[in-house]
């Protein structure tokens, strides 16, 4: 039998945040793994959309009139998957039957008033207002009393579930802390209490040290694709030094996640050359009125884009009975990313 190799057999990673694994079949792509453009047709917007509830001046859904907003604009969400005004309420019968109510409130933050532009098109100027936005929401939602947690997340064109293409994010805040950062809590906490360290710091470093799969840097943020990567092009931006949420960050550091932003989603869109989908969000430190040191603020993208603007990834069969696989390494698709063009797909000539 021939000698082991990462990029030819199969094998599992395992990933420290969340203490699960991935299978790894790079043997399965052997055909390129190379971006390429595509006749995706592509509607052109206009910088005003009459019709689009989230244009400044336009009616939303509920009667209210948008402002006309020239940089970022913040409001609760018309149509909320969670409400302040539930009452309390559980369910505990046996091991079984387990339920209970969840207050919370949910934002809709419009990144820019131009309704065709999306984050790498936009300036990083512009950028870093969403950035200050994210901070000053943070803050204000996480002092309510029962709101444990806060979710800022963008989902980024039509297959992720995105109802309208005006450039925006969206903001849950709510009692408890959902799944998949209280997974990364238990695992920070863990790591800190055995080194007195911060895990994604030293993850950091130590993919610092390989470059493998290092997507780009600048003087805060780093860029890169875990080596526990699920999706193709999964992808993560983390800081440079320890901090655990957003309000931390020094105006320096708050231009370079914007300039981050910026570079990771331009790599995105010039991968096939198409506006590419993606859902992203910050896992951050709790605003359970309790010190966080453990916790490293970072932000994780999941584009579901596999070979090309219409193959598409789904989890299915042995990923939903089992546990999560992928054809492509993550070095792999590090390597493809690192050698595209830096400026947008729609700028170059």
């Keep these: 039998m021939s000698q082991f190799n990462f990029e030819d057999h199969s094998h599992r990673r395992y990933n420290p945040l969340t203490a699960e694994w991935v299978q790894v079949s790079p043997h399965r792509a052997k055909r390129p793994w190379q971006g390429q453009e595509e006749q995706v047709s592509e509607a052109k917007r206009p910088a005003y959309d009459p019709t689009c509830y989230l244009c400044p001046g336009n009616t939303r859904a509920n009667g209210e009139v948008n402002p006309d907003y020239t940089g970022t604009y913040s409001f609760q969400n018309d149509f909320a998957a969670i409400t302040e005004d539930v009452p309390s309420g559980e369910m505990a019968e046996g091991e079984f039957f387990l339920a209970k109510s969840e207050r919370g409130l949910c934002k809709v933050i419009c990144f820019s008033p131009r309704h065709d532009l999306t984050i790498p098109e936009m300036e990083v100027e512009g950028i870093k207002e969403v950035v200050e936005l994210w901070k000053k929401e943070y803050v204000e939602l996480g002092a309510r009393d029962y709101v444990n947690y806060v979710q800022i997340f963008e989902n980024k064109g039509q297959v992720m579930g995105c109802s309208n293409p005006h450039p925006h994010g969206q903001i849950w805040a709510q009692e408890s802390i959902p799944d998949e950062p209280l997974k990364k809590q238990l695992q920070f906490s863990r790591y800190y209490e055995k080194y007195g360290r911060t895990m994604l710091i030293d993850y950091l470093h130590a993919e610092l040290e390989k470059k493998d799969r290092i997507l ?17 092009f999964e992808a ?6 320890h901090i655990s949420d957003i309000t931390a960050l020094t105006d320096a550091e708050t231009r370079s996640l914007a300039d981050a932003y910026k570079q990771l989603t331009v ?12 859902s992203a969000g910050i896992h951050q430190a709790p605003t359970d009125g309790k010190e966080h040191p453990e916790w490293d603020m970072h932000l994780v993208f999941y584009p579901p884009l596999l070979r090309s603007a219409t193959v598409k990834k789904f989890m299915v069969g042995y990923e939903m009975l089992a546990n999560p696989q992928r054809d492509i390494t993550p070095e792999t698709s590090a390597a493809l990313m690192r050698k595209l063009p830096k400026v947008h797909y729609k700028l170059q000539k």
């Excluded at 780009?216 to 875990?226: A, R, Y």
């Excluded at 993560?236 to 030094?241: E, G, S």
């Excluded at 790599?267 to 993606?278: Q, V």
């Design 216 to 232: 780009f840097e600048n003087e805060h943020f780093v860029g890169l694709i875990p080596f526990w990567a699920v999706w193709p």
């Design 236 to 241: 993560m931006i983390i800081p440079r030094r």
């Design 267 to 278: 790599m995105y869109d010039n991968i096939f050359g198409i506006s590419f989908p993606y």
